[in-house]
């Protein structure tokens, strides 16, 4: 019995692409989000915790980016992400 095997799809780079730039403005977005609440922490240590919690925050966004169904999808759902959120940021701000 021969297994069943997908053919790979050609929208990997759409998705990436996706992952990559609009991943980063939400990451952006939400450690500017972060910064807005009021931490009870020096300023320097609530920078170092803003730098440091981006790529995390990029890089979840990058690797679950590929769950999209298509490239399309994975670019209309992130730009409505990142309308959200830089919303909310300007809101608050």
Known sequence: ?????????????????????????????????????????????????IMWLLPPIWLTILSTCFLFRSGLRAWLWLTGANIILFAIYFLFK
């Open 1 to 49: 019995m021969k297994a069943k095997t997908e053919p790979m799809r050609n929208d990997w780079l759409s998705k990436t692409l996706a992952g990559l730039i609009l991943g980063f403005f939400i990451a952006l977005a939400t450690t500017g989000l972060i910064y807005l609440l009021p931490l009870k922490i020096r300023i320097s240590a609530e920078a170092q915790l």
